[in-house]
RNA sequence: GGAGAGUUGGCCGAGCGGCUGAAGGCGCUCCCCUGCUAAGGGAGUAUGGGCUUUAACUCCCAUCGAGGGUUCGAACCCCUCACUCUCCGCCA
């Protein structure tokens, strides 16, 4: 959600801002509505006013034992036309909620122009892309090989897009969650959380993926409604929804491994070979929650974060900045990592790491008090993939193929494999 | 699942139809006194919104879990829902 205030005050800045991200804002229509408005309410605060200060001549004329059948005879349309008023109010307030809540994130200053991912920005590159002297495998080949990737067993316990992980390669995933919760706690000060795998439409809302997005979800309930998540972002920046949290507990920085559900509607088509987009994966999430002036340097940490779970694990990618077209809708700034696949000879994305500046914390009302002011101010939230689990997997079993279709463990897994150094 | 009790400001807690945006206490901030491991006195201390060219002040509106109702007037009465706690049952 963007500032109203802003909407009031330069209504063409806003309009062009929008504009780079091929927004359709009407302005004139904005401005009716406001209009509109502003008329309402005065109107109706002023019939308040004069409700208000009846009754309380009422029961002062009535202490003191007075007729108070004349003030009653003077306030006797009050009623109906307050109710009136009070439900127009509400009716344009709705229309306003819909109108504001469907609007995306200002974009940074520095978010290339761009229509779509072919228009993102490399930022850096990091690692030499393996050289193989044997025609490679991808993963669905090298995984299906040995039984330890089977799609059609998930297909027939759910559907498409479901997969079941056999064995040592179930253990090669939960070793490298692991290993980046561990790292992501010891090294980068991040606090572990388990979080529930369902969450409410309020928290949807909060972090964005509601009202506007409700068909990439899952519904698991009806009655009350209760939506499967489809990142750990959304009950983890949740925890300070409603909060004004101390100044000096800031900055917040959470991880958290979860499962992920997403319905991919509109994927259809889009990578249905393999495993890089399934209806349910695992992810680590790191998340913080910063003030305000600290968000820009906070969004290059976190990005380095999830970047130095990739050099752990010695696994080549390149760092990306989305242009205006490929950003997200409650995000200012978007830094995509793409890792090297071997059995695709492309980088895919692994890790998306953003920025909301205060476009979640204004839904949330996440707030902080500022000792300057005395007052709670809007705090600023981030988060990103450190990293996605399944597609870290995948980037693994292709980058550290051998000739004859074993898998090796990276090095700073072996810990975590129970003395297990190569699967085959 | 059954029975009961609750939900009020940063926290505790009073209020049960008008003078209550809310007593009292704790905490916090400032001032005074005293003087040293402790204490006393005073003042201040909710949030969101509107109006205003902007800002501050004043003013106005809303908010006592949420939504609706009764009433000239609701924290207070009625209805629905959510959540919390206690006891019983069930359970990984």
Redesign the pocket.
């Known amino acids: 959600m963007l500032d ?2 802003l909407f ?2 330069d209504l063409d800045f806003v309009t062009t801002q929008l504009k780079k991200r091929n927004f359709a804002f009407n302005p004139e229509n904005y401005s009716e509505l406001e209009a509109r ?2 008329a309402v ?2 109107k ?3 019939l ?2 004069a ?6 001549a ?3 004329a ?2 003191k034992g007075d007729d ?1 059948q004349p ?2 005879d003077n ?2 349309n ?2 109906d036309e ?2 009136a008023a009070e439900t127009e109010l ?1 009716e344009i307030q709705g229309e306003l909620d819909a109108l504001m809540s469907g609007i995306p994130n200002l974009l940074d200053a520095s978010v290339p122009e761009g229509k779509s991912e072919d228009d993102n920005v490399e930022i850096s590159r990091w690692g030499d892309l393996p050289t193989f002297d044997f025609e490679v495998k991808d993963h669905v080949d090298l995984g299906t090989a040995r039984n330890l990737l089977d799609f059609e067993l998930g297909a027939k316990i759910t559907g498409s897009r479901f997969v079941v992980l056999n064995g040592k390669l179930a253990r090669l995933q939960r070793a490298l969650i692991q290993f980046m919760l561990d790292t992501h706690c010891a090294e980068n000060g991040y606090q572990e959380t388990y979080v529930p795998y369902l969450v409410n439409a309020d928290s949807l809302r909060g972090t964005g993926q509601l009202p506007k997005f409700e068909d990439d979800l899952f519904k698991a309930s009806e ?2 409604a209760l939506y499967l998540i489809p990142t750990a972002e959304v009950p983890v920046t949740n925890i300070v929804r409603d909060v ?1 949290v101390d100044a000096k507990n800031l900055p917040l920085k959470f991880v958290c491994h979860s499962p992920c559900f997403r319905s991919e509607a509109g994927a259809y088509g889009r990578d249905v070979r393999g495993m890089i987009r399934q209806h349910q994966f695992e992810k680590v999430e790191i998340v913080q929650i910063v003030k305000p002036e600290d968000s820009a340097q906070a969004h290059e940490d976190l990005t380095n974060h999830a970047e130095m779970i990739l050099q752990k694990l010695k696994l080549p990618y390149r760092k990306m900045l989305l242009c205006a077209g490929d950003t997200g809708f409650s995000s200012s700034k978007t830094y995509d990592l793409e890792v090297w696949l071997p059995g695709q000879s492309a980088y895919r994305e692994i890790s998306s790491c953003s920025n909301f500046r205060d476009f979640q914390a204004r839904r949330l ?1 996440a ?1 902080w ?1 500022n000792p300057e002011t ?4 809007l705090v600023h939230t981030l988060n990103g993939s450190g990293l996605a689990a399944g597609r870290t997997l995948i980037a693994v079993m292709e980058n550290y193929q051998d000739a004859e279709g074993r898998i090796h463990i990276p090095e700073v897994l072996l810990p975590y494999m129970g003395g297990l150094n190569v699967i085959e």
Do not use: F, H
Request: charged share 25%.
């Open positions: 109203v205030q009031r005050n408005r502003k309410q005065t109706t605060q002023e308040q006013n409700r208000n200060s009846s009754s309380k009422i029961g002062q009535k202490a108070v003030l009653l306030v006797a009050l009623g307050l109710k509400n009655n009350p004004i009302q707030r008090r005395g007052k709670p101010e």
